[in-house]
């Protein structure tokens, strides 16, 4: 069975510094694809990010991105330039590409920013 | 553009009692997943419709059920509910079934 695992509970950066949050799976499939949510107090899971395992190019989006390691199964995300309202609970995800829609979840990262 | 929105916010029910949740997809969306969300935990995947099936299901039991109508909107329902049921409930939906899926804003049930 796949799973996602994020070992850090909880994380802080300073305002305009750069952070890494870390994810590692475990899956037995060469075809999947990983993510990166964002879950802010208002609840709302917001997308951040998208990683297709076939593409050995690390994702980007603004101040966002990934380091895709697929024999080491990691997908961590560094956020530069952090600002207040990175503020939230990351949560990294997978996705086989033979599934339908379950999606596997990690149990999140609590992300504090300090002014 | 509008997201994918939810309905209720919050339910407040007691042990026993049955509970329905709806979904409305975003435009252009035609698949909708539900998850699960309890308290400090990420969120776990419960089922997906797809063309009004139920094409995907997770590790829950068969007290939750759904529904998909020919607009692509969803509900959820819960039978005979526990007070382990009290949860975040979010809705997911995507472009097809194997798309992003974007998610909702949830709903807060708690089970007394």
């Known amino acids: 069975a796949q799973t996602v695992t994020q070992s850090q509970p909880e994380m802080s950066v300073q305002e305009a510094e750069t952070v890494t949050l870390s994810c590692t799976y475990d899956?037995?499939?060469?075809?999947?694809?990983l993510f990166w949510y964002k879950q802010p107090p208002s609840r709302q899971m917001i997308l951040v990010i998208r990683?297709?395992?076939?593409?050995?190019q690390n994702a980007t989006e603004n101040r966002f991105s990934v380091n895709f390691q697929k024999a080491a199964k990691s997908f961590s995300l560094k956020i530069s330039d952090s600002q207040l309202g990175d503020a939230a609970m990351y949560f990294c995800?997978?996705?086989?590409?033979?599934?339908?829609?379950?999606?596997?979840f990690g149990a999140g990262t609590r992300l504090t920013v300090k002014p | 553009d509008a997201g994918v929105t939810q309905s209720p916010t919050h339910l407040i029910k007691t042990r026993g009692q049955q509970v329905t949740l709806r979904c409305s997809p975003k435009?252009?969306?035609?698949?909708v997943s539900w998850y699960q969300q309890a308290l400090g935990q990420g969120p776990q995947f419960i089922f997906q419709?797809?063309?009004?099936?139920?094409?995907q299901r997770g590790n829950f039991p068969d007290r939750f059920s759904g529904h998909q109508f020919p607009n692509y909107s969803s509900e959820l329902n819960v039978n005979a509910l526990l007070l382990g049921d009290s949860a975040l409930y979010l809705c997911?939906?995507?472009?097809?079934?194997?798309?992003?899926?974007?998610f909702g804003p949830g709903t807060r049930l708690l089970v007394l």
């Open positions: 419709y797809y063309e009004e099936e139920e094409r």
């Open positions: 995800a997978y996705r086989s590409a033979s599934s339908r829609g379950d999606m596997r």
């Open positions: 435009s252009g969306h035609d698949t």
């Open positions: 997911a939906s995507s472009r097809t079934e194997q798309e992003t899926q974007y």
């Open positions: 899956t037995s499939e060469s075809d999947y694809y």
């Open positions: 990683q297709e395992a076939y593409k050995q």
